[in-house]
């Protein structure tokens, strides 16, 4: 029964597929830190060889599936890099919901189906505020729901990036992405733009992002080591630097009536600014000079919590992302105890309900022989206790019948009973025939005689039904090597009549009949450990019982010598 909980596994959200692996979204402080709850957020996914077997998946990772915590809700998600050869692989996927302050937001990742069909869907990776993402992968395309058309002129593709691929400016490149309706500043939503940025050095007039509609403009730029933002009047610098040559997730919130700045998942500037209308082409990296990645635009004012999430969940660090280990499919069911008990044979089903019955009596016996010892062994304790106070009082024949009655279940009481019983008849005999009370060394031989045989009662009780604990340890094992050789007979039987002899056909048959065997040892092993455990504790109780014995006929000797 112990053996089955750690095997039983939570529902399997498909069977075709027949490996998982837990995805834990830790959004406590020691993860994200998140402060409100997010909804829709596309978190990054990152594969390698040191969290994810590729040989468990297709070739192309396209039977890749993610799924909520409710093991029912399949998850959108999108492929930017799939690397099979180097083991590396990067999955967006679109998370219904955030929980903040918690360590137990998961999602499932699926694999092993080498009949899936193609899911990637980039479009429905992201909500429908983000009107523009540039991963740089391979190529300047935007992979948001929109498609926007960006043109890129004089900027330079780099291999490795902070998430996968990057572009450099060098002051003089930039990107263009048409107006378009997705992209328009309202004043009533307000706009975030947000990117990974690396500066080579200070930057004089760098536009990250500008965008303008006659009068009316918003721009995130780089002023020295500084990031600002301006939106017509208003604007505003960061309170601390960008680090030159390190990757800085920065982003840019205009809407709620102020202009903010993030750096690394940290307000560092804010000032109060209205959004406008603004309906223009927006550019990308006009001036600056340095590296950008992983470039987003939303037409809604985000959260500082939403970028606090995308620099915990994006970065090297991925303090929100934590992957647990592999689980593996089982057919009608995802418990190895129930493949195996489904397989096991009508013969190893006797075997294993009589090894059950005989475990059954063993713990029935072990306990109620523990019980009834460790009794005993109290009120022997406070019978000594009692004979010591008084032992010259304890050897009168007359108190034989007024001996308290709690002291009843000491076996030492009723082997001084016997004692005083006998003694007493003797003295009855001489006080009818007018001798003397004395006790001659004939007598003395008779009352340890009948001690002796009292003392084998005692024993005979205390070890009364230990024969089936030995019946238990010494039968359990051979009754369950029988269920296995029994088991074993049966398998390759029918292999031989089938004829079909490979490793699926005999694994099942040989393990179901390894089931028999393991239920011997288990009736057995405890049996072995309670019988030594009750052995040694009977062993001192009649250990006690000889030494109060022989010092009973001592005592009585020495008190009633003639």
Known sequence: MLLWLPLASHAWWNDQWTVRKQITLNTSPAGADLKAPLTDVPVL??????????????????DLRFVAADENTLLKHHVELWDPVNELALIWVRVPALAPGSTAEHIW???GNQKAAP????KGTYDASMALVLHFGKDTVDASSFGQQATATGIAPLNQGPIDGAASFNGTAQIKVAAAPSLRVSAQNGVSYSAWVRIGGPQSGAQLFSQTDGS???SVGIAGTKLTARANAAQVQSATDLTPGTWH???????????SLLQDGKLVGEAAATAVDISGELTIGAGFTGDLDEVQVSSSARSPDWFKAAWAGQGADAKLVAYGQAEEASSGGHSYFKI???AVTLDGWVVIVILMAMMIVSIAVMIGKALFVARTDKANQLFLESFERDPDGMLDPGKVESAPRQLAGSSLF???RIGLRELKQRFDQ?????????VTAQALGAIKASLDAGMVRETTRLNSQMVLLTIAISGGPFLGLLGTVVGVMITFAAIAAVGDVNVNSIAPGIAAALVATVAGLGVAIPSLFGYNYLASRIKTVSNEMTVFADELVTRMAEKYAP
């Open 45 to 62: 996914i990152r594969l390698h060889t040191g969290n994810f077997d590729f040989s468990d998946a297709k070739e192309d990772g396209s």
């Open 216 to 218: 009316n403009a918003v």
């Open 119 to 122: 899911a990637s869907d980039p």
């Open 414 to 416: 009723r082997i001084w």
């Open 340 to 342: 195996l008990l489904g």
């Open 430 to 438: 001489y006080d009818r025939s007018g001798q003397p009370r004395v």
């Open 109 to 111: 990742l699926y694999a």
């Open 249 to 259: 997730h920065v982003a840019a919130v205009l809407g709620g009536g102020k202009l």
